[in-house]
Protein backbone atom coordinates (compact mmCIF):
# COMPACT_ATOMS: atom_id res chain seq x y z
CA UNK A 1 0.00 0.00 0.00
CA UNK A 2 1.47 3.46 -1.29
CA UNK A 3 1.49 6.24 1.53
CA UNK A 4 -0.79 8.70 1.31
CA UNK A 5 -3.82 6.65 -1.19
CA UNK A 6 -6.76 5.96 -0.35
CA UNK A 7 -8.25 2.58 -0.56
CA UNK A 8 -11.53 0.56 0.06
CA UNK A 9 -12.35 -2.43 0.96
CA UNK A 10 -16.39 -2.83 1.44
CA UNK A 11 -17.64 0.35 3.66
CA UNK A 12 -13.98 0.88 4.53
CA UNK A 13 -11.32 3.55 3.67
CA UNK A 14 -7.48 2.44 3.98
CA UNK A 15 -4.49 5.05 4.39
CA UNK A 16 -1.21 4.75 5.00
CA UNK A 17 0.30 7.19 6.93
CA UNK A 18 3.77 8.19 8.53
CA UNK A 19 3.85 10.01 12.10
CA UNK A 20 7.23 12.22 13.03
CA UNK A 21 8.44 11.52 16.20
CA UNK A 22 8.36 13.83 19.10
CA UNK A 23 11.78 14.73 20.30
CA UNK A 24 11.42 12.81 23.73
CA UNK A 25 10.40 10.33 21.89
CA UNK A 26 13.47 10.30 19.77
CA UNK A 27 15.76 11.23 22.77
CA UNK A 28 14.41 8.12 24.53
CA UNK A 29 14.91 6.02 21.82
CA UNK A 30 18.24 7.11 21.58
CA UNK A 31 19.02 6.85 25.06
CA UNK A 32 17.55 2.72 24.93
CA UNK A 33 20.16 2.52 22.20
CA UNK A 34 23.19 4.21 24.59
CA UNK A 35 23.84 6.11 21.10
CA UNK A 36 26.55 9.14 22.43
CA UNK A 37 25.75 12.21 22.83
CA UNK A 38 28.62 13.30 19.78
CA UNK A 39 26.38 11.21 17.17
CA UNK A 40 22.87 12.15 18.09
CA UNK A 41 23.36 15.41 16.21
CA UNK A 42 23.73 13.75 12.80
CA UNK A 43 20.72 11.96 13.15
CA UNK A 44 17.54 13.25 12.04
CA UNK A 45 14.05 12.48 13.37
CA UNK A 46 12.66 9.66 12.72
CA UNK A 47 8.90 8.33 11.85
CA UNK A 48 6.71 5.79 12.58
CA UNK A 49 4.55 4.66 9.46
CA UNK A 50 0.85 2.90 10.68
CA UNK A 51 -2.22 2.13 8.31
CA UNK A 52 -5.63 4.09 9.52
CA UNK A 53 -8.73 2.08 8.66
CA UNK A 54 -12.07 4.12 8.90
CA UNK A 55 -15.48 3.70 7.89
CA UNK A 56 -16.74 5.34 4.88
CA UNK A 57 -19.08 7.48 6.87
CA UNK A 58 -16.04 9.06 9.37
CA UNK A 59 -17.81 7.73 12.69
CA UNK A 60 -15.69 4.59 13.49
CA UNK A 61 -11.74 4.68 13.13
CA UNK A 62 -8.87 2.20 13.85
CA UNK A 63 -4.95 3.06 13.83
CA UNK A 64 -2.27 -0.27 13.41
CA UNK A 65 1.02 0.60 13.88
CA UNK A 66 4.22 -0.99 11.88
CA UNK A 67 5.11 -3.38 14.68
CA UNK A 68 1.35 -4.84 14.51
CA UNK A 69 0.59 -7.94 12.33
CA UNK A 70 -2.75 -6.51 11.50
CA UNK A 71 -0.12 -3.92 9.62
CA UNK A 72 1.10 -6.61 7.53
CA UNK A 73 -2.38 -8.26 6.33
CA UNK A 74 -3.27 -4.63 5.66
CA UNK A 75 -0.07 -3.45 4.07
CA UNK A 76 0.44 -6.02 1.74
CA UNK A 77 -3.44 -6.53 0.39
CA UNK A 78 -3.35 -6.01 -3.52
CA UNK A 79 -4.86 -2.73 -5.00
CA UNK A 80 -5.89 -2.38 -8.24
CA UNK A 81 -8.13 0.99 -9.95
CA UNK A 82 -11.81 0.51 -10.38
CA UNK A 83 -13.54 2.41 -12.72
CA UNK A 84 -14.24 5.45 -11.56
CA UNK A 85 -10.41 5.93 -10.43
CA UNK A 86 -10.58 4.69 -6.64
CA UNK A 87 -8.10 2.70 -5.51
CA UNK A 88 -10.00 -0.78 -3.99
CA UNK A 89 -8.64 -4.08 -2.94
CA UNK A 90 -10.74 -6.17 -5.53
CA UNK A 91 -12.21 -9.77 -5.20
CA UNK A 92 -12.27 -12.27 -2.60
CA UNK A 93 -9.32 -10.80 -1.06
CA UNK A 94 -11.49 -7.47 -0.86
CA UNK A 95 -14.53 -9.08 0.16
CA UNK A 96 -12.46 -10.96 2.84
CA UNK A 97 -10.49 -7.49 3.86
CA UNK A 98 -13.65 -6.51 4.26
CA UNK A 99 -15.10 -8.77 6.43
CA UNK A 100 -12.11 -8.51 8.59
CA UNK A 101 -12.96 -5.12 9.15
CA UNK A 102 -16.32 -5.50 9.72
CA UNK A 103 -15.59 -7.93 12.24
CA UNK A 104 -13.33 -5.51 14.20
CA UNK A 105 -15.96 -2.46 13.86
CA UNK A 106 -18.06 -5.04 15.28
CA UNK A 107 -15.81 -6.49 18.05
CA UNK A 108 -15.05 -2.79 18.74
CA UNK A 109 -18.63 -0.93 19.14
CA UNK A 110 -20.73 -4.08 20.97
CA UNK A 111 -20.33 -3.67 24.66
CA UNK A 112 -22.16 -6.52 24.99
CA UNK A 113 -23.32 -7.82 28.25
CA UNK A 114 -20.73 -10.09 31.10
CA UNK A 115 -21.68 -13.53 29.42
CA UNK A 116 -20.53 -11.53 26.11
CA UNK A 117 -17.41 -10.39 27.05
CA UNK A 118 -16.73 -13.85 28.71
CA UNK A 119 -17.31 -15.58 25.71
CA UNK A 120 -14.92 -13.15 23.58
CA UNK A 121 -12.02 -13.78 26.02
CA UNK A 122 -12.80 -17.84 25.93
CA UNK A 123 -12.94 -17.77 22.00
CA UNK A 124 -9.61 -15.44 22.11
CA UNK A 125 -7.89 -17.52 24.52
CA UNK A 126 -8.49 -20.98 22.14
CA UNK A 127 -7.09 -19.08 19.07
CA UNK A 128 -4.02 -17.74 20.75
CA UNK A 129 -3.62 -21.88 22.52
CA UNK A 130 -3.84 -22.23 18.67
CA UNK A 131 -1.23 -20.00 17.36
CA UNK A 132 1.16 -21.14 20.16
CA UNK A 133 0.89 -24.63 19.42
CA UNK A 134 1.26 -24.26 15.72
CA UNK A 135 4.58 -22.20 16.34
CA UNK A 136 5.79 -24.94 18.58
CA UNK A 137 5.24 -27.52 16.10
CA UNK A 138 6.62 -25.52 13.59
CA UNK A 139 9.67 -24.79 15.65
CA UNK A 140 9.77 -28.42 16.20
CA UNK A 141 9.80 -27.93 20.26
CA UNK A 142 7.42 -30.28 22.30
CA UNK A 143 4.62 -28.56 23.87
CA UNK A 144 3.95 -28.00 27.62
CA UNK A 145 4.38 -25.67 30.13
CA UNK A 146 1.71 -24.04 32.02
CA UNK A 147 2.01 -20.87 29.70
CA UNK A 148 -1.04 -19.49 28.64
CA UNK A 149 0.45 -18.68 25.12
CA UNK A 150 0.01 -15.00 24.97
CA UNK A 151 3.48 -14.27 25.15
CA UNK A 152 4.68 -16.30 22.09
CA UNK A 153 1.30 -15.88 19.59
CA UNK A 154 1.57 -13.83 16.69
Not at 104 to 125: H, N, P
Request: aromatic letters at 6%.
Amino acid sequence: MDFGKKVYAGNFVMMKKSRALSKAEMRQIRDDAGIPEDKRKMLSRGALPYIRVECAGGGWALEVGINQTMFEALDHLSVARDKTGDWRVPGVEGKNAAAVLAGMFVDTTVVGDAEYQKEKLRVMGEYLDRKTAEKKEKEGKPEGGESDGREEAE
